[in-house]
């Protein structure tokens, strides 16, 4: 496995908001987590980044012990994140975005995983000068997504990513996650079930913090899952 969460809870203030998660991700596959707002998904992806402590349990990425370690560190060991609301520098240009994850990364082969990221989305290419702040929203995501591929993840992590997004890029967002699939791991917070079932290898739901329903993307139908989601 290459993360496996155990037993994890987090808190805010009095409030439960992770209660005993649990579930591991395969090298390379896809997992989508579901689940209705406000059930713990976001709170979930921000303790699994370290950007607040966990209050209880074990998070292990590639066999070693990261429940404590500081963000950069978890960077460092393999997860890009893509946060919910897309937080790029909108004073620096789509390059700069790009380059610093780069060069803080020391990547091997920095030329063609620049390349790689423009041919996935053309859009950053076209704007490469342009700054950050100037691209409409759903660019913003996609060099959001290009920013977190910079640091060659092997788990790229994205919360809501086509939440409140133009169709057209929706489209084109879903494309570049298709095309990621199978190269490296994902863990998915989508809130479209269509989208969810065609790309997860295997599926989530939270409720109320907890994980209620677990399996492979495969049985997502059969499991009745989209009756979990309807408000
Ligand atoms: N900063 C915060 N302070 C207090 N409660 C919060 C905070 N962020 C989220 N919550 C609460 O924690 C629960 C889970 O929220 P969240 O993880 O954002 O859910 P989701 O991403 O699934 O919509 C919700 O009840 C939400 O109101
Ligand atoms: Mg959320």
Known sequence: MLLTISNLSQHYGS???LDGVGFSVDKDSCTAVLGRNGAGKTTLLQTLMGLMPATGGRIELDGADITTAPPHRRARGGLGYVPQGREI??????GQNIEIVLRNHRVSEPDALRDE???LFPVLGEMWHRRGG????????QLAIGRALASR???LILDE????????IVQAIEDAIRDLKGRMAILLVEQYYDFARSVADAYVVLDRGRVVKS???AD???DGVADLLTV
């Open 15 to 17: 409030a439960r908001a």
């Open 134 to 141: 100037d691209l409409s929203g759903g660019q913003q995501q």
């Open 117 to 119: 990221i423009v041919t």
């Open 220 to 222: 997502m139908e059969r």
């Open 161 to 168: 990513p086509t939440e409140g997004i133009q169709p057209s």
């Open 215 to 217: 399996g492979k993307g």
């Open 89 to 94: 520098f909108s004073d620096l240009s789509v």
């Open 153 to 155: 993840p092997k788990m």
